[in-house]
C-alpha cells in the first residue's frame, strides 16, 4: 500500500468517526446534557473514544508524510493530536464544554476538509 492510499484510508476512519459522532449527538443540546444522566455520560465517554481515533489517525498521517498536513492550514491539526493527548493520558482533564464546543463547532469543519483531502487524493490512488 503506498502513502496515498494509506492516508486516504486514514481519511475514510476520521471521516466514519465524525460521523458516528454526529449521530449520537441527538439527544444532546448542550454540554451539561453530558453529565446529568448516565446515558450522557455514556455518550461522552463514546464520542472521547472516536476523538481518540481522529486524533490517531492524523498522528499517523503527519507520520507518514510531515508536507501533507501542510496543504490544508485551516484546519488545527497540532490542537487535534493535542486532544487526542488530553483524553487518552489526561482524562481527569476532560470539559465537557470544550468537548461540546468541539462536537458543534469544529467537527463539521474538520469533515467538510477531510472529504475535501479525500477528493484530492483520489488523482493519486488511480
Known sequence: ?????????????????ILLIQSQMGR???????????????????????LIFIGESVKVIDAKDKSYL?????????AIMGLRD???????????EEIYAVVTNDLPLLLNQVRTMKTDLQGDLY
Open 70 to 78: 501542510v496543504k490544508y492550514p485551516d484546519i488545527p491539526w497540532t
Open 86 to 96: 488530553i483524553i487518552a493520558h489526561e482524562y481527569h482533564r476532560i470539559d465537557e
Open 1 to 17: 500500500m503506498n502513502t496515498a492510499e494509506r492516508i486516504y484510508q486514514l481519511l475514510q476512519r476520521i471521516e466514519d468517526s
Open 28 to 50: 444532546i443540546t448542550c454540554s451539561e446534557d453530558f453529565v446529568y444522566s448516565q446515558e450522557g455520560v455514556f455518550t461522552l465517554s463514546g464520542i472521547c473514544m472516536q
